[in-house]
């Protein structure tokens, strides 16, 4: 074997060597396994549905802190899923645009292409192909029609967690409220919130706190 191959091979050993031992004791340090359980914490969160509330199994004084307690589990969860909406439709946002915006340009410049001379139809027929291949896509996908999906259920979920929040502030502090108005208050946020699962969006009506 010649003698630069020799020394190449030994040092991509020693180099791969030293990297694995560094690798070993990185994983097994306490820095990655807080990373580690950030990331399970991540991926727990992304893969639960938008607006759901881990229920846990609290106790309380009176019915007036139970009350307090289930209208700010309600405004979590509701703040959870409207920033959760939220970023989808900034996604869907970009792929139509990405799709749409350059299928249309390619469009007109396969035309022009096409019209300037007899010799340029072969490179207007690819340039048509390929905006005829993003506005496929683009209509496959539909982006602006889960855009807008996106944007109202955001639009619901930042209402009801609204809705809980000026319970907080104004009415939870009084507990006459809380002994008199405060269950029907917090059983219409909670059907409120229970309609937002089935991924519609309710009307103007729904969404007041009356309902």
Do not use: N
Request: hydrophobic share 45%.
């Amino acid at each position: 074997m010649p003698l630069g191959r020799v020394c190449q091979r030994r040092v991509f050993t020693r180099l791969f060597k030293a990297v694995s031992a560094i690798g070993s004791r990185v994983v097994t340090g306490p820095t990655a396994r807080a990373a580690s359980r950030r990331h399970d914490a991540g991926v727990a969160r992304r893969r639960k549905p938008p607006g759901e509330f881990v229920y846990t199994d609290v106790t309380v004084a009176d019915p007036e802190e139970g009350i307090r307690q289930g209208i700010i589990e309600v405004r979590t969860a509701s703040v959870d899923a409207a920033s959760w909406h939220a970023r989808w439709a900034r996604r869907w946002g970009r792929v139509y645009f990405a799709l749409g915006l350059p299928s249309a340009v390619l469009a007109g410049v396969a035309g022009a292409t096409g019209l300037a001379s007899t010799s340029g139809r072969i490179p207007a027929a690819i340039i048509a192909l390929v905006a005829a291949g993003l506005g496929a896509a683009a209509t496959f996908l539909d982006g602006a029609r889960h855009r807008e999906h996106h944007t109202a259920m955001s639009a619901a979920w930042q209402s009801l967690a609204s809705d809980a929040h000026t319970h907080l502030l104004a009415d939870v502090p009084s507990a006459d409220w809380l002994r008199t108005d405060g269950r029907a208050a917090l059983q219409a946020l909670s059907r409120r919130r229970a309609r937002l699962f089935g991924l519609t969006a309710p009307s103007a009506d729904e969404q007041s706190p009356a309902s």
